[in-house]
């Protein structure tokens, strides 16, 4: 199965696709930005439905939780999967293509729709009137070769026969996650700045906290009016998702910034060096204003899933930038 996305997405909602993709099979493979291929042969088995079916379940989930509507490809080959995807017309669809099909749906089709010939490789093909994948499944491979080179050449003429022995190999995105915010204007309020980065720290917990992930590191990057930037990372003692934790380190981020009389267009606060919630060590804590905190975190958690992320958030955050 290849997965692509309407648009270029936000890291992290590319992050939460790639986690539907989890959810249908173990075997998934980032292609960012925009992109994933998933190995089905098991999960067919597994959920007793054809490819076609778990392409819709996909859609549908997609769609309802995220509101991205995807295309999925679907074929024998990582090549006929591309293609397919790439054939989709409008936001969102699910094409399959049969083993038994490939050639004479690939047939027709023009060279520049096939995955892997580029724009400068289809005009050479052209130039020399191969100008659908059927001429060019017919033409020796050695003069294919000629023609775009000899790996090119190889790999084109293998891939016009249907012919793609690559396998699907998992591939998670570099283990970090970010948030931003752009001022609607060019900020010098040190309130106002300070209210958007807590609100950002909040989000950032929340949504790690949400894939069950916490971050070993916060990076602060900062944009100005002039168009320079300003950027800072700073270690956490402990890996961490929750708010209490980030906050502190965060705010010292921007105090080591000294922005004085800089004029603020947007600031980005990304978690890195990322693991899984599992991993983290719970320490048994006798620090009750600590604890209660927690609870409260987990009860603000529940009320956002129930009614939005925006549903419940602190005071100070409500402070708007003029």
Same mark, same amino acid.
């Given at each position: 199965? @290849?997965v692509? #996305?309407?648009?270029?997405?936000? +890291?992290? &909602?590319?992050?939460?696709?790639?986690? /539907?993709?989890?959810e249908?099979?173990?075997? &998934?493979?980032?292609?960012?930005?925009t992109?994933a291929?998933?190995?089905?042969?098991?999960?067919?088995?597994?959920?007793? *439905?054809?490819?076609?079916?778990?392409?819709e379940?996909?859609?549908?989930?997609?769609?309802s939780r995220?509101?991205?509507? *995807?295309?999925?490809?679907?074929?024998?080959?990582?090549?006929?999967?591309?293609?397919?995807s790439? /054939?989709?017309t409008?936001?969102g669809? *699910?094409?399959? &293509?049969?083993p038994?099909?490939?050639?004479?749906?690939l047939?027709?089709?023009?060279?520049?729709a096939l995955?892997g010939i580029?724009?400068?490789?289809a /005009?050479?093909l052209?130039?020399?009137?191969?100008? #659908?994948?059927?001429?060019?499944?017919a *033409?020796?491979?050695?003069?294919?070769?000629r023609?775009?080179?000899?790996?090119?050449?190889?790999?084109?003429a293998?891939?016009a026969?249907?012919?793609?022995?690559?396998?699907?190999a998992?591939?998670?995105?570099?283990?970090?996650?970010s948030? $931003?915010?752009?001022f609607?204007? @060019?900020?010098?309020?040190?309130?106002?700045v300070r209210a958007?980065?807590?609100?950002?720290?909040?989000?950032?917990? @929340? =949504?790690?906290?949400?894939r069950? /992930?916490a971050?070993r590191?916060?990076?602060? $990057?900062?944009?100005?009016?002039?168009?320079?930037?300003? +950027?800072k990372?700073r270690?956490?003692?402990?890996?961490?998702?929750?708010?209490?934790?980030? !906050?502190?380190?965060a705010?010292?981020l921007?105090?080591?910034?000294?922005l004085?009389?800089g004029?603020?267009?947007?600031?980005?606060l990304?978690?890195?060096?990322?693991?899984?919630a599992?991993q983290?060590?719970e =320490?048994?804590?006798?620090?009750?204003v600590?604890?209660?905190?927690?609870?409260?975190?987990?009860?603000?958690? !529940?009320?956002r899933?129930?009614?939005?992320p925006g549903?419940?958030?602190?005071?100070?955050?409500?402070?708007?930038?003029?």
């Amino acid at each position: 199965m @290849h997965v692509r #996305c309407p648009d270029r997405l936000p +890291e992290d &909602v590319y992050r939460q696709v790639l986690e /539907q993709l989890a959810e249908l099979s173990p075997v &998934v493979q980032a292609l960012p930005p925009t992109a994933a291929l998933v190995e089905l042969k098991g999960s067919l088995r597994y959920h007793g *439905v054809d490819g076609r079916r778990l392409g819709e379940v996909l859609r549908v989930r997609t769609i309802s939780r995220l509101g991205v509507d *995807v295309r999925v490809g679907i074929g024998p080959t990582v090549t006929v999967a591309a293609t397919a995807s790439g /054939q989709i017309t409008g936001p969102g669809g *699910v094409l399959a &293509v049969g083993p038994g099909q490939v050639a004479d749906w690939l047939g027709p089709l023009p060279v520049e729709a096939l995955h892997g010939i580029g724009p400068r490789q289809a /005009q050479t093909l052209r130039d020399y009137g191969v100008h #659908c994948v059927s001429l060019l499944a017919a *033409v020796p491979p050695a003069t294919v070769q000629r023609l775009l080179g000899g790996r090119a050449g190889r790999q084109a003429a293998d891939r016009a026969r249907g012919i793609d022995p690559r396998p699907v190999a998992p591939r998670a995105l570099p283990a970090s996650a970010s948030v $931003s915010r752009t001022f609607p204007r @060019h900020t010098l309020d040190g309130a106002a700045v300070r209210a958007a980065l807590l609100d950002l720290v909040v989000t950032l917990a @929340h =949504q790690l906290r949400g894939r069950g /992930q916490a971050a070993r590191g916060l990076t602060l $990057s900062l944009r100005f009016a002039t168009g320079a930037t300003w +950027e800072k990372t700073r270690r956490l003692p402990e890996a961490s998702a929750h708010d209490d934790d980030l !906050r502190t380190p965060a705010y010292r981020l921007i105090d080591a910034a000294g922005l004085q009389r800089g004029r603020l267009t947007g600031i980005t606060l990304k978690g890195e060096d990322l693991i899984a919630a599992g991993q983290v060590a719970e =320490q048994i804590s006798f620090d009750g204003v600590r604890e209660a905190r927690l609870v409260a975190e987990e009860v603000s958690d !529940r009320i956002r899933a129930k009614f939005g992320p925006g549903a419940i958030r602190p005071a100070t955050t409500l402070l708007r930038v003029s």
